[in-house]
């Protein structure tokens, strides 16, 4: 298939702090920089977008040098963390904003959703709405007329359809606007996480319409969402973005699993033993702590997790055992618990290796960290560290519902049901 | 090599940075016409839903405005209306002003108030001040009518008031009115992205802009001295014209309305430039 969409050293600067003091100067600044031919010379000193680093720059590239091709009926997920720039990538994609270097070559009609009902007027009713908003994403008014019996009815309120939208629930007003942007005729739809909307059985529907489209229709794609089920069930290809930069392609598999290992956490520690900055003190010295999936590529809610410790112990003819504890990104310790590695006062100097697992059904989606003790006798601790390694684990549906659903556990349960009347 | 730039043909379009700042894309504007409908019936519409006099309100501004005038400037100033009655005087100062005035306002707000839609949507923006300009030439077509009726009534009583043949020259002093709050509107609402201390001096220099046009008193009560600064004013040639046309009273000047017009031209263009470049930086800067 022939790319439709060409991306080509995409940058986005972006000015930091309140945008009102200083302007003029800026601006003086940059029209004397432009009149002797020199480069905008606030465009320079903007870094790497992370965010916990000051660097006491007022700019920042919020995308840096961003290439990419997505081909005809691709459908394809673009996945970060907050702060990555996908949001940013989505709008100069939908010229909502411009690059700031760099261009993209488009092949069709867009239609971005970057919102659903945009434009919407509360004192509008309904019909009045659909062509408003319609209009507003892009279709002409005779392309409405023909979908309009569709629209009204995918949105299920052909009661409703001569009553202003301010009457209506919230639930209804969501409905219309999604069935106005799921009829859209574009080549190419752009969606931020507009999904995140409107009941399960609703979400359900609108994720097997924008399916079909793309298969029976040829139409193109691009999805933005942190929500990685929602990736899964409908992206055929993934793109990963770090910091505002490029960081990986290939099928939406690959590319979730790449997001998981290569997040801000560290899935992975690895030191040599005579390396400086070794995890340890002069009892224990940890080499290596991995976390991987137990079954399967990625990290998920039925994957189970498997982690792994390898540590050098100094400490000779004492009751070793480590302590691992989970905690999750609210700080809640999920469990502590610990591994005699010697009962009868016989530790060894030398590399041991400790392996567990939690079976799949356990924990629920979110991320995760490891914080690690290393105790003599169950009573003086030889060393502790917080946070050795962090990890994510994937959501995963649950019947129609694709969001995460709260709670810290997500056990497998079977129900029985009994009925009497 | 040749490859590539045949590559290059097939794109519809490219997203980027610098574009032709004269580009202002009337082909994208014609290709959203039916937005610009859809807005122009939308800023219509939800004027009057839920109120009880629903369109009469349209009227009711001119009216009270025209009242207020006649207490205050003609009955307590004493400013000559140069024989004509007061009541047709004031409506159609007030009448064409308004059109200018409204429009003017109106889409000195594009930007900020429609930073929501324009932040997630793409469609020529220029598709929303164009809206404003048809809206209020409707809301300007109700207020005529007023205007109008009580002409007839005036006329057919026999009072001072003398229409013309210049009334043909409407349509041209429509386009101009429009034309010049179009042209004032896009740069300050341009202008107001960034700084937005300018909108409170636009309220302000628009009622400034008022007392500089011969809308509540007429051209012949200004002296020789300070006539030409008020002629410099683009909006006096129209008003002035408007009134002559209708009532008989006032100058119609061809070299100052022709001036009006360069004016007017000028400021369309410079307008829709700055227009055109801030469109595409503001969603960064709002």
Redesign the interface.
């Given at each position: 298939m022939r790319p439709v969409i060409?991306v080509e050293n995409v940058s986005k600067l972006?000015?930091l702090g309140e945008?009102?003091t200083g302007?003029?100067s800026h601006d003086i600044n940059r029209w004397w920089a432009k009149m002797r031919g020199k480069e905008d010379p606030f465009s320079q000193i903007g870094s790497e977008n992370d965010r916990s680093v000051n660097d006491g720059s007022d700019y920042a590239w919020a995308l840096k040098d961003i290439n990419f091709e997505v081909a005809q009926g691709d459908v394809l997920g673009i996945i970060g963390r907050n702060g990555a720039g996908k949001s940013t990538l989505l709008?100069?994609?939908?010229?909502?904003?411009?690059?700031?270097?760099?261009?993209?070559?488009?092949?069709?009609?867009?239609a971005?959703l970057?919102?659903v009902g945009?434009?919407f007027?509360p004192?509008?009713t309904g019909k009045?709405n659909i062509?408003?908003n319609g209009?507003?994403?892009?279709?002409?008014?005779a392309e409405i007329k023909r979908k309009f019996d569709e629209i009204v009815d995918f949105a299920g309120i052909a009661k409703y359809v001569d009553t202003?939208v301010k009457r209506y629930s919230s639930g209804m007003y969501v409905r219309l606007a999604f069935a106005v942007a799921a009829h859209l005729d574009s080549e190419i739809l752009i969606m931020d996480e507009v999904l995140a909307v409107g009941d399960a059985e609703f979400q359900k529907k609108c994720l097997g319409k924008m399916g079909d489209v793309s298969r029976n229709e040829g139409r193109t794609i691009l999805f933005v969402s942190h929500n990685m089920a929602s990736v899964k069930s409908l992206c055929t290809q993934g793109i990963v973005l770090h910091n505002g930069q490029y960081a990986f392609e290939g099928t939406t598999h690959d590319a979730v699993n790449f997001y998981q290992q290569n997040s801000n956490l560290n899935q992975f520690v690895n030191f040599s033993l005579d390396s400086e900055d070794i995890l340890g003190n002069a009892n224990i010295k940890i080499l290596e702590f991995k976390v991987e999936a137990l079954t399967g590529d990625y990290i998920s809610v039925s994957s189970g997790v498997a982690f792994e410790c390898t540590f050098y112990n100094e400490k000779v003819g004492i009751n070793l055992d480590v302590t691992f504890e989970l905690v999750n990104s609210e700080e809640v310790k999920i469990f502590h618990h610990a591994a005699l590695i010697s009962k009868d006062r016989d530790s060894k100097r030398g590399l041991y290796k400790v392996k567990g697992h939690l079976s799949p059904y356990i924990l629920n989606a979110g991320q995760y960290k490891f914080n690690i003790i290393f105790g003599e006798n169950q009573r003086y601790v030889l060393f502790k560290e917080s946070e050795v390694v962090g990890f994510d684990i994937a959501n995963e549906s649950m019947g129609s519902n694709t969001e995460t659903l709260p709670g810290v556990l997500r056990p497998n349960i079977s129900y029985e049901i009994d009925f009497q009347k | 090599m040749i490859e590539e730039k045949k590559e290059?043909l097939?794109?519809?379009?490219?997203?980027?940075?610098n574009?032709d700042p004269l580009n202002v894309g009337f082909s994208q504007v014609w290709k959203?016409r039916?937005?610009l409908?859809?807005?122009v019936?939308?800023d219509i519409?939800?004027v009057y839903?839920?109120t009880i006099l629903g369109p009469l309100w349209f009227f009711i501004q001119p009216i009270l405005t025209t009242i207020t005038f006649m207490f205050i400037f003609g009955n307590l100033a004493g400013i000559s209306t140069d024989g004509v009655p007061q009541i047709l005087f004031y409506l159609s100062g007030i009448t064409i002003w308004n059109y200018f005035n409204e429009t003017l306002i109106q889409t000195s707000k594009t930007f900020t108030e429609n930073a929501?839609?324009?932040?997630?949507?793409?469609?020529p923006r220029l598709v929303l001040p164009l809206s404003k300009v048809i809206s209020n030439l409707l809301k300007f077509g109700i207020q005529f009518g007023l205007f109008v009726i009580t002409l007839l009534v005036y006329y057919f009583l026999g009072k001072d008031v003398y229409p013309n043949i210049y009334i043909l020259l409407t349509p041209l002093l429509l386009l101009l009115m429009g034309g010049l709050g179009l042209g004032f509107g896009l740069i300050s609402s341009a202008l107001t992205t960034?700084?937005?201390d300018l909108t409170f001096l636009i309220a302000f220099g628009v009622q400034l802009l008022m007392y500089a046009t011969p809308v509540i008193y007429p051209m012949s009560s200004i002296s020789d001295k300070y006539q030409m600064y008020i002629w410099l004013n683009p909006l006096t040639s129209i008003v002035e014209s408007f009134k002559y046309a209708y009532l008989g009273s006032g100058v119609l000047d061809w070299f100052w309305l022709s001036y009006s017009c360069v004016f007017t031209l000028i400021l369309l263009i410079v307008g829709a430039i700055t227009f055109n470049r801030i469109e595409?930086?503001f969603?960064?800067?709002v």
């Amino acid at each position: 298939m022939r790319p439709v969409i060409k991306v080509e050293n995409v940058s986005k600067l972006y000015r930091l702090g309140e945008i009102g003091t200083g302007t003029i100067s800026h601006d003086i600044n940059r029209w004397w920089a432009k009149m002797r031919g020199k480069e905008d010379p606030f465009s320079q000193i903007g870094s790497e977008n992370d965010r916990s680093v000051n660097d006491g720059s007022d700019y920042a590239w919020a995308l840096k040098d961003i290439n990419f091709e997505v081909a005809q009926g691709d459908v394809l997920g673009i996945i970060g963390r907050n702060g990555a720039g996908k949001s940013t990538l989505l709008k100069i994609l939908s010229r909502v904003t411009l690059p700031t270097k760099g261009g993209i070559n488009v092949k069709g009609r867009v239609a971005s959703l970057l919102e659903v009902g945009t434009g919407f007027h509360p004192e509008l009713t309904g019909k009045e709405n659909i062509f408003l908003n319609g209009a507003i994403l892009g279709m002409t008014k005779a392309e409405i007329k023909r979908k309009f019996d569709e629209i009204v009815d995918f949105a299920g309120i052909a009661k409703y359809v001569d009553t202003p939208v301010k009457r209506y629930s919230s639930g209804m007003y969501v409905r219309l606007a999604f069935a106005v942007a799921a009829h859209l005729d574009s080549e190419i739809l752009i969606m931020d996480e507009v999904l995140a909307v409107g009941d399960a059985e609703f979400q359900k529907k609108c994720l097997g319409k924008m399916g079909d489209v793309s298969r029976n229709e040829g139409r193109t794609i691009l999805f933005v969402s942190h929500n990685m089920a929602s990736v899964k069930s409908l992206c055929t290809q993934g793109i990963v973005l770090h910091n505002g930069q490029y960081a990986f392609e290939g099928t939406t598999h690959d590319a979730v699993n790449f997001y998981q290992q290569n997040s801000n956490l560290n899935q992975f520690v690895n030191f040599s033993l005579d390396s400086e900055d070794i995890l340890g003190n002069a009892n224990i010295k940890i080499l290596e702590f991995k976390v991987e999936a137990l079954t399967g590529d990625y990290i998920s809610v039925s994957s189970g997790v498997a982690f792994e410790c390898t540590f050098y112990n100094e400490k000779v003819g004492i009751n070793l055992d480590v302590t691992f504890e989970l905690v999750n990104s609210e700080e809640v310790k999920i469990f502590h618990h610990a591994a005699l590695i010697s009962k009868d006062r016989d530790s060894k100097r030398g590399l041991y290796k400790v392996k567990g697992h939690l079976s799949p059904y356990i924990l629920n989606a979110g991320q995760y960290k490891f914080n690690i003790i290393f105790g003599e006798n169950q009573r003086y601790v030889l060393f502790k560290e917080s946070e050795v390694v962090g990890f994510d684990i994937a959501n995963e549906s649950m019947g129609s519902n694709t969001e995460t659903l709260p709670g810290v556990l997500r056990p497998n349960i079977s129900y029985e049901i009994d009925f009497q009347k | 090599m040749i490859e590539e730039k045949k590559e290059n043909l097939d794109w519809d379009f490219r997203i980027e940075a610098n574009n032709d700042p004269l580009n202002v894309g009337f082909s994208q504007v014609w290709k959203y016409r039916d937005l610009l409908m859809l807005f122009v019936k939308r800023d219509i519409v939800t004027v009057y839903k839920q109120t009880i006099l629903g369109p009469l309100w349209f009227f009711i501004q001119p009216i009270l405005t025209t009242i207020t005038f006649m207490f205050i400037f003609g009955n307590l100033a004493g400013i000559s209306t140069d024989g004509v009655p007061q009541i047709l005087f004031y409506l159609s100062g007030i009448t064409i002003w308004n059109y200018f005035n409204e429009t003017l306002i109106q889409t000195s707000k594009t930007f900020t108030e429609n930073a929501p839609i324009f932040g997630k949507v793409y469609f020529p923006r220029l598709v929303l001040p164009l809206s404003k300009v048809i809206s209020n030439l409707l809301k300007f077509g109700i207020q005529f009518g007023l205007f109008v009726i009580t002409l007839l009534v005036y006329y057919f009583l026999g009072k001072d008031v003398y229409p013309n043949i210049y009334i043909l020259l409407t349509p041209l002093l429509l386009l101009l009115m429009g034309g010049l709050g179009l042209g004032f509107g896009l740069i300050s609402s341009a202008l107001t992205t960034k700084y937005r201390d300018l909108t409170f001096l636009i309220a302000f220099g628009v009622q400034l802009l008022m007392y500089a046009t011969p809308v509540i008193y007429p051209m012949s009560s200004i002296s020789d001295k300070y006539q030409m600064y008020i002629w410099l004013n683009p909006l006096t040639s129209i008003v002035e014209s408007f009134k002559y046309a209708y009532l008989g009273s006032g100058v119609l000047d061809w070299f100052w309305l022709s001036y009006s017009c360069v004016f007017t031209l000028i400021l369309l263009i410079v307008g829709a430039i700055t227009f055109n470049r801030i469109e595409k930086s503001f969603v960064d800067t709002v």
